[in-house]
């Protein structure tokens, strides 16, 4: 009697540490963006094969995953979040005379912080305690060293020469609305255009394609000139809109050149095939020209072209530059520390990954 129930103790026992170790199951995988589910499975010694299986979208389980370890997990990732996922696990014994199906299912969720960009926020942080400090310095008096960009330093001869020669200044504020920042940018080098041709007493033209521009213009042509204390010399009639049409708006733009003569040009802004087009013609009546875009494939032109050429990010930083304002200077010294960084971090990564070690880079690329 007793030997039958210490064989029913021993068989009870070996049945649930069995049962203990069959297991599988799909959890969500923590601290994500919720596209991924995390499998885990438990099997007994006698298996030495598996199969993680899924369905398509016509219902069919599809294997995914077959790299076999007796206790295990794999990541599904790709996946939708509040999406209700299944999955099969297939474990097959080492003679193959059985195999055991375990089935398992989970839904992906969002969390509040997505960990594999840690390394994001982190940058983020370093970056904005750097603009921080560099309009801090500013607003205290700090001298912070800006490159010279010819361009812009023309500006002043340009319209010096206009005022000698008694003819307008042209600016052309690109060929984009104003939901585009090569437009914003070009608006504000216009503000300041505009003040020293007040304080030149030199006509300013300003054509425009779209009527949100025309009216950003006048404002900010208005404003300079109540800035410079000559409202009277300001004139609406030589802000005005031409055309929505592209080409049309450029054969506009070059009648005006070849009819009011400018002595300078200003095409600052986003351009694109007609580019050339306005140059060439402000180069045959003999202006001096500058050009700035943030297009890569137009730069070219402008720089065969024009006398002085603002090349890609110079076209932004011209706000800073010209009105060496603490909040603008603050935040182009902030941008220039975040660009030298992220160098520094790639030659670092380079390094690394010559030397085999790995961590650096999933840091940085983390998971979701």
């Not at 005379?97 to 375990?102: A, F, I, K």
């Not at 216009?190 to 304080?199: D, Q």
């Not at 802000?239 to 050149?257: H, L, N």
């Amino acid at each position: 009697m007793k030997f039958a129930k210490l064989i029913a103790v021993c068989l009870f026992l070996w049945i649930s540490v069995a049962g203990e170790a069959q297991e599988f199951k799909a959890i969500d995988y923590p601290w994500d963006n919720g596209s991924a589910l995390l499998l885990r499975w438990q099997l007994d010694p006698s298996r030495d094969s598996l199969s993680l299986q899924k369905p398509d979208s016509s219902g069919v389980y599809r294997e995914f995953f077959n790299e076999f370890s007796q206790s295990g997990e794999c990541k599904d990732g790709d996946l939708v979040a509040d999406t209700q996922y299944k999955y099969r696990l297939i474990a097959y014994a080492a003679d193959r005379s059985d195999s055991l199906v375990l089935e398992a299912s989970a839904q992906p969720r969002q969390q509040w912080f997505a960990m594999g960009k840690l390394s994001f926020l982190i940058l983020l942080l370093v970056i904005c305690a750097a603009i921080l400090y560099f309009i801090w310095s500013a607003r205290r008096g700090k001298d912070l060293f800006i490159r010279r960009i010819s361009g812009l330093d023309s500006m002043e001869e340009a319209i010096g020469r206009a005022t000698e020669k008694g003819k307008p200044i042209l600016f052309v504020p690109g060929i984009s609305d104003l939901d585009d920042i090569q437009t914003i940018a070009a608006l504000n080098i216009l503000n300041h255009l505009a003040y020293k041709s007040a304080e030149y007493n030199t006509d300013l033209i300003v054509p425009c394609r779209f009527s949100m521009v025309l009216s950003a213009a006048r404002e900010t042509v208005k404003e300079a000139y109540l800035r410079a204390g000559k409202p009277d010399q300001y004139r609406e009639e030589n802000i005005f809109y031409v055309t929505d049409d592209q080409f049309g708006f450029v054969a506009g733009v070059d009648g005006i050149m070849v009819r009011e003569q400018p002595a300078a040009n200003f095409f600052l802004g986003a351009f694109w095939a007609e580019s050339l087009i306005l140059t060439e013609t402000g180069f045959g009546t003999g202006a001096i020209q500058t050009a700035g875009t943030g297009q890569p494939h137009q730069i070219p032109f402008f720089v065969v072209s024009c006398d002085y050429t603002l090349i890609g990010e110079e076209l932004f930083a011209a706000s800073a530059y010209l009105s060496r304002d603490p909040h603008q200077l603050g935040s182009l010294k902030g941008h220039d520390f975040g660009k030298l960084l992220v160098i520094l971090l790639i030659l670092i990564g380079i390094a690394m990954e010559i030397a085999g070690l790995t961590w650096f880079k999933q840091f940085f690329v983390g998971g979701n």
